[in-house]
T-cell receptor
C-alpha cells in the first residue's frame, strides 16, 4: 500500500491568497521529503525539499513544514498566482543501501487558482 | 544542459503489439528510474537502473514488462503484448551518482494509448 497520502484531493483559491497543501506519511525512515508540481501534460517539477532532521524550509514564495510527531508535511504557497494551478505531489525519499533511493508519491492535490 | 529526454511523447498501440519507450538521462546522470501514472493518480515506481544493471525492479509487473539501461544509448522500457490497462503516462527520471535522493529530475513523459 501507499506510504504517502494527501488529505485534500482538490483546493481552489483566489489569486493572491495563500495556499496550504497537506500530506501524511507513514514511513519514519525517510531521509527527505520533496514537493513536486505537475502541470497538465508535463512531468513532475521539483519545487522544494526538506530533510527529515528539519522542521521548516523556505524557498521563493513556498515554505515546507515537517511535523515528525504526527508524520505530516505541508506546502505553503504565498500570494498564489494563476501559474501555480497544477497538481502537487509530496514524495518520500527512502534510502535503500548505498546510493539507492526511491521516491514514493502520494495521489496528488489539484490546486486551482481563480483570477 | 538538456534535461531528461523521453520519446516518443505519444504512442498509440493496438492490443497485442509491443511498446518501446526511450529515456536519455541528463548529462552526468547514471541512474534512471521509470514511473507509471494512471489518469488522476500519483506516480507509481516501476524500476530503478544504473548502467547495465537493474538495482530495484520491485514495481515492475511480473510479465510483459522489461527495462534496460545499456552501456551506450538510452534506457528502454519495453511492454510486450500491450493491453488496454497499460494505457498510462510513463515517466523517466534520472539522478547523478552518489546522490542523496533530492536530485531526481523527471522527463516530460511518454503517453501510451492502447486501442
Amino acid at each position: 500500500g501507499e506510504n504517502v497520502g494527501l488529505h485534500l484531493p482538490t483546493l481552489s483559491v483566489q489569486e493572491g491568497d495563500n495556499s496550504i497543501i497537506n500530506c501524511a506519511y507513514s514511513n519514519s525512515a525517510s531521509d527527505y521529503f520533496i514537493w513536486y508540481k505537475q502541470e497538465s501534460g508535463k512531468g513532475p517539477q521539483f519545487i522544494i525539499d526538506i530533510r527529515s532532521n528539519m522542521d521548516k524550509r523556505q524557498g521563493q514564495r513556498v515554505t515546507v513544514l515537517l511535523n515528525k510527531t504526527v508524520k505530516h508535511l505541508s506546502l505553503q504557497i504565498a500570494a498564489t498566482q494563476p501559474g501555480d494551478s497544477a497538481v502537487y505531489f509530496c514524495a518520500e525519499v527512502i534510502a535503500s543501501g548505498g546510493s539507492n533511493y526511491k521516491l514514493t508519491f502520494g495521489k496528488g492535490t489539484l490546486l486551482t487558482v481563480n483570477p | 544542459n538538456a534535461g531528461v529526454m523521453q520519446n516518443p511523447r505519444h504512442l498509440v498501440r493496438r492490443r497485442g503489439q509491443e511498446a518501446r519507450l526511450r529515456c536519455s538521462p541528463m548529462k552526468g546522470h547514471s541512474h534512471v528510474y521509470w514511473y507509471r501514472q494512471l489518469p488522476e493518480e500519483g506516480l507509481k515506481f516501476m524500476v530503478y537502473l544504473q548502467k547495465e544493471n537493474i538495482i530495484d525492479e520491485s514495481g515492475m509487473p511480473k510479465e510483459r514488462f522489461s527495462a534496460e539501461f545499456p552501456k551506450e544509448g538510452p534506457s528502454i522500457l519495453r511492454i510486450q503484448q500491450v493491453v488496454r490497462g497499460d494505457s498510462a503516462a510513463y515517466f523517466c527520471a534520472s539522478s547523478p551518482p552518489n546522490h542523496s535522493g533530492n536530485t531526481i529530475y523527471f522527463g516530460e513523459g511518454s503517453w501510451l494509448t492502447v486501442v
